[in-house]
T-cell receptor
Framework: DVKVTQSSRYLVKRTGEKVFLECVQDMDHENMFWYRQDPGLGLRLIYFSYDVKMKEKGDIPEGYSVSREKKERFSLILESASTNQTSMYLC?????????FGSGTRLTVV | GENVEQHPSTLSVQEGDSAVIKCTYSDSASNYFPWYKQELGKRPQLIIDIRSNVGEKKDQRIAVTLNKTAKHFSLHITETQPEDSAVYFCAARCKYIFGTGTRLKVLA
């Protein structure tokens, strides 16, 4: 029973393209997060959101933006994809404590 | 800002031995400390957590200890089994920051 769904498991995009990564949760959670996961660097927080239309920068927001128009959906946007954004992207949601993660999107920028 | 350091980055143990992974955090306002296990190709899953009002929590072979004064907490796995092999992440909640992960290998 999947609770947090990321729309794509694998994506290949060209440098300079605008990229949308979608995340949907069906648990009515207020909090949603985007992390990227790189070897040796663990999970690094890009952006998070406490509520609809609300967003906060994480540790590495440069080159990214987000959108939360509806409670269940949190989108990560790469305005102009670059090769250093090749990574595994993980979405998560949370009510109060603990996360539920999506399966991840492996993005390759060529 | 908040920082979470996790050690070691890799850990190999013999089956049946214990494994200990340690994390330190910088923000004294952190009040929730979860541990996640990520098996190869899968999403991280919560395995145990502890809140700041207790010093230790145990769930079968897994335990977490917290020292708020020293700002560190540890994951203890006893009687390790091959299926415990995974990457483990700690986190300290004030700003949802994760440690860098520990790759645990349990050798049969």
């Amino acid at each position: 029973d999947v609770k947090v769904t990321q729309s794509s498991r694998y994506l290949v995009k060209r440098t300079g393209e605008k990229v949308f990564l979608e995340c949907v949760q069906d648990m009515d959670h207020e909090n949603m997060f985007w992390y990227r996961q790189d070897p040796g660097l663990g999970l690094r927080l890009i952006y998070f959101s406490y509520d609809v239309k609300m967003k906060e920068k994480g540790d590495i927001p440069e080159g990214y933006s987000v959108s939360r128009e509806k409670k269940e959906r949190f989108s990560l946007i790469l305005e102009s994809a670059s090769t250093n954004q090749t990574s595994m992207y993980l979405c998560a949601s949370s009510y109060s404590y603990g996360y539920t993660f999506g399966s991840g999107t492996r993005l390759t920028v060529v | 800002g908040e920082n979470v350091e996790q050690h070691p980055s890799t850990l190999s143990v013999q089956e049946g031995d214990s494994a200990v992974i340690k994390c330190t955090y910088s923000d004294s306002a952190s009040n929730y400390f979860p541990w996640y296990k990520q098996e190869l190709g899968k999403r991280p899953q919560l395995i145990i957590d502890i809140r700041s009002n207790v010093g230790e929590k145990k769930d079968q072979r897994i335990a977490v200890t917290l020292n708020k004064t020293a700002k560190h907490f540890s994951l203890h796995i006893t009687e390790t089994q091959p299926e415990d092999s995974a990457v483990y992440f700690c986190a300290a909640r004030c700003k949802y920051i994760f440690g860098t992960g520990t790759r645990l290998k349990v050798l049969a």
